[in-house]
């Protein structure tokens, strides 16, 4: 049974964690990232010329006057938001969900399109979002806005409390430099696309504040990540607490099903004879040659094939029944042989365990899954005492 292992242990007895070639370079990689997730972060909108339909998507279809955007919109922690400044977060946030990958190349925006009927050639307070006839899309990305600007909120004020030193200008620049292409590419002015983007009342000037602070944030966020990242013994502890999530197993079977549905008589007799066959099996070509004989179909499957009752790399979460608690089970050694009564679907399954084993690609999940808890409790030791005033209920919060 594979097991990850961990780095090596101090020889004079103490706790200092030694810095392998390993560490550095898993560090530099870690560097590296930060650098280019906080690239995509930042410029994800600027770069998203297929967002000329956020404005009137961003919003309701009049908005208050000039001076009344300007002012407190909502309140977040007792500092007061504007419109403005809430319409950029809106922008940001919902594009970095739309960008963002499901699975397999699938993003959250190919999701929401083909599975949940979004459409964003429509404005989103104009549909329906889950099923709720009284909640939007703008009202589901909304919530997410406020919840974006709750957590830069606190990762500015725990910037502050530590000091942390930021120059925005050379990010900012980039920012604008690459809103400056997109617009050329959406073929509309600079000011025209600042509009289009992050709502009717934004401009270069007055966004600048907001970006710069919203840029400081990203920035410290991506330091505190690499602070908040599991070392190599962390994952390795993780993954022997949850070894039966990450492992995955060998193994051979045979169905066996009872000539009658929910009968118990016969589903004894098919009992019986995956016993005798498990009695009969000696190794794992022995078991691959009886299948043909006390299959009821498909004899020529196994003769034909050695490894036609073969499954590999399975994960337990994949395995139902009493199959999966069977295979994961700590004291399983290769060549263990069970025969298993499933009266449910009237079978009996001969099974025999081959190998366990774990994919250290794997490393990389846990460390990630460590790190978005630990940052998650981070976040909520803040936003949890966080008070939010929603001024003439201008958000609908989505308590489900």
């Not at 979002?129 to 974006?148: E, I, P, Q, R, V």
């Not at 000539?259 to 009695?279: G, H, I």
């Not at 084993?357 to 409790?377: F, R, V």
Request: aromatic letters at 12%; proline letters at 0%.
């Amino acid at each position: 049974m594979a097991k990850v292992k961990g780095s090596n242990a101090s020889s004079n007895g103490t706790q200092e964690k030694i810095v392998t070639k390993y560490d550095k370079k898993v560090q530099k990689r870690k560097e590296q990232a930060r650098k280019e997730a906080l690239r995509k972060k930042i410029f994800s909108v600027a770069a998203a010329v297929i967002a000329v339909i956020i404005v009137a998507a961003a919003g309701t279809a009049a908005w208050l006057n000039y001076d009344k955007v300007h002012h407190e919109y909502i309140a977040v922690d007792g500092d007061s938001i504007s419109q403005i400044e809430f319409d950029f977060y809106y922008s940001m946030t919902k594009q970095n969900i739309l960008n963002q990958e499901l699975y397999s190349g699938m993003t959250y925006g190919d999701y929401f399109t083909s599975y949940l009927g979004y459409d964003s050639s429509k404005r989103d307070s104009a549909q329906t979002y889950g099923g709720d006839a009284s909640y939007t899309w703008y009202d589901y990305f909304a919530n997410n806005a406020l919840s974006t600007i709750m957590e830069y909120k606190a990762l500015l004020k725990e910037a502050d409390s530590r000091g942390y030193e930021y120059s925005a200008d050379d990010d900012y620049n980039s920012f604008v430099d690459d809103f400056k292409s997109a617009a050329d590419s959406a073929g509309v002015s600079v000011s025209e696309y600042y509009k289009t983007v992050f709502g009717k009342h934004s401009s270069e000037e007055n966004l600048k504040g907001f970006i710069c602070e919203y840029l400081k944030a990203a920035a410290f966020q991506e330091e505190l990540q690499l602070e908040l990242a599991p070392d190599t013994e962390e994952v390795a502890a993780y993954y022997q607490e949850h070894k039966d999530e990450y492992d995955t197993v060998n193994y051979r079977i045979l169905d066996i099903a009872a000539e009658t549905e929910n009968d118990e008589t016969s589903l004894a007799d098919a009992k019986a004879k995956a016993e005798e066959m498990m009695s009969r099996v000696t190794d794992e070509a022995s078991f691959n040659e009886l299948c043909a004989e006390y299959t009821a179909e498909d004899a020529d499957t196994y003769t034909d094939d050695a490894d036609a009752s073969l499954k590999t790399s399975v994960y337990k979460s994949s395995i139902t029944g009493d199959e999966g608690e069977w295979l994961f089970d700590s004291s399983r050694q290769a060549g263990d042989i069970t025969v298993i009564e499933n009266a449910d679907e009237s079978k009996c399954s001969v099974v025999m365990f081959v190998e366990r084993s774990y994919d250290k690609d794997n490393d990389e999940a846990i460390s990630q899954t460590i790190l978005n808890q630990n940052y998650s409790d981070f976040i909520t030791s803040y936003t949890d005492s966080m008070s939010v005033k929603n001024k003439n209920n201008r958000i609908k919060m989505y308590e489900g």
